[in-house]
């Protein structure tokens, strides 16, 4: 637990997701450390990708296995297409299959937007929507070669999508943020549509402003952290256990028929909290 009012993490059933192969991508810090750990709590085994900060991957592999389960690093630029084949190359070689996909690598790269660079926007881009991407292609691959195995979960494959409130609320200054999680709300929901039928099931989680490196800026002054809360109905930061139990649970049979649906765990911050007292 990250805060004393943070989510906890020690009511995750040990068994949840017990024989499961999960990638998370992006775990060597922030909510995908978090959500990594979380799975491996669970019971999964975990490959923990990270593009730099290997030490902090080794870490966060540590922690995994203390659960009793197996877990790896592995370096891998989301937005290079040959990386990310490696990866799962070496996650089937290593663990056999693939049972759980977390697409969570992500940045913001800020600027008002006649100051944007196409660099900038490029960039933004190519991890946040084009990772998923092929990491969510690569995974798909492989579920679709082993299909169902009744004994481990009644789907073939589950994917996760991280996206963010920023899917549909729009943020002056991170046009680059906003216009790639939008993409990951319809390339999810279509992935969804597409694979469903296979027995794959495609969901997203959008987290609201959760207390990670990407957004110390918003936290990190009393004065932010009072702007910051406006924003939020359920007046708490969110923690990035807060995001990971989520994803646990949606990754498991528990969230069998849920399909194409973007989960938002946000205290609220989606329910346009301006109008509480206006309109
Ligand atoms: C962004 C954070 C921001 C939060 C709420 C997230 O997707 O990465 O920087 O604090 O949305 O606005």
């Not at 450390?33 to 290997?54: E, H, M, P, S």
Request: glycine share 10%; charged share 20%; aromatic share 6%.
């Amino acid at each position: 637990m990250s805060s004393t009012e943070g989510a906890p993490q020690d009511v995750i059933p040990a068994q949840l997701l017990k024989g499961q192969k999960a990638l998370v991508t992006g775990a060597n810090s922030g909510i995908g450390r978090a959500t990594a750990i979380a799975l491996g709590r669970a019971g999964a085994d975990v490959v923990v990708n990270y593009v730099a900060g290997r030490e902090e991957a080794d870490k966060v592999v540590e922690e995994i296995t203390s659960h009793g389960v197996r877990a790896m690093a592995h370096e891998a630029d989301v937005s290079d297409e040959g990386q990310v084949v490696a990866m799962m190359d070496h996650m089937v070689q290593e663990f056999g299959t693939i049972d759980v996909l977390v697409a969570n690598a992500g940045m913001q790269r800020d600027s008002a937007f006649t100051d944007m660079s196409l660099a900038q926007w490029q960039k933004v881009l190519d991890v946040n929507l084009t990772g998923q991407f092929l990491c969510a292609r690569e995974a798909t691959k492989e579920f679709l070669r082993r299909g169902v195995v009744p004994e481990v979960s009644r789907s073939a494959g589950k994917i996760i999508c991280m996206s963010s409130v920023h899917q549909i609320i729009p943020w002056a200054g991170h046009v680059n943020y906003a216009a790639s999680k939008g993409g990951v709300q319809m390339m999810m929901e279509t992935l969804a549509q597409e694979l469903a039928p296979k027995r794959i099931r495609v969901n997203a989680v959008a987290p609201g402003a959760i207390k990670t490196p990407i957004n110390t800026s918003a936290w990190e002054t009393a004065e932010a952290r009072k702007d910051l809360l406006r924003l939020i109905p359920y007046d708490r930061i969110g923690d990035p256990e807060d995001i990971a139990n989520a994803v646990v649970a949606l990754a498991s049979d528990l969230m069998d028929y849920v399909v194409g649906t973007t989960l938002y765990v946000d205290g609220g911050m989606t329910l346009f909290p301006g109008f509480a007292t206006g309109g």
